[in-house]
C-alpha cells in the first residue's frame, strides 16, 4: 500500500466522484480506478 493510493482513495471521498479526484491529481481517471483496486487487492 501506498500513500499516493490513500491519498487517491481521500480525494474519490471527499469529492465524491473518482472523475473529479482524478482532475484534482492531474491524471486519468482509470489511474485512479486502478489505484483503488489494487487497495482493495492489497492484504
Not at 480525494?11 to 466522484?17: I, L, P, T
Amino acid at each position: 500500500m501506498r500513500s499516493e493510493q490513500l491519498s487517491l482513495l481521500i480525494d474519490v471521498a471527499k469529492y465524491n466522484s473518482i472523475s473529479l479526484a482524478a482532475e484534482h491529481a492531474f491524471i486519468t481517471q482509470p489511474v485512479v480506478s486502478s489505484s483503488i483496486s489494487k487497495l482493495e487487492e492489497a492484504p
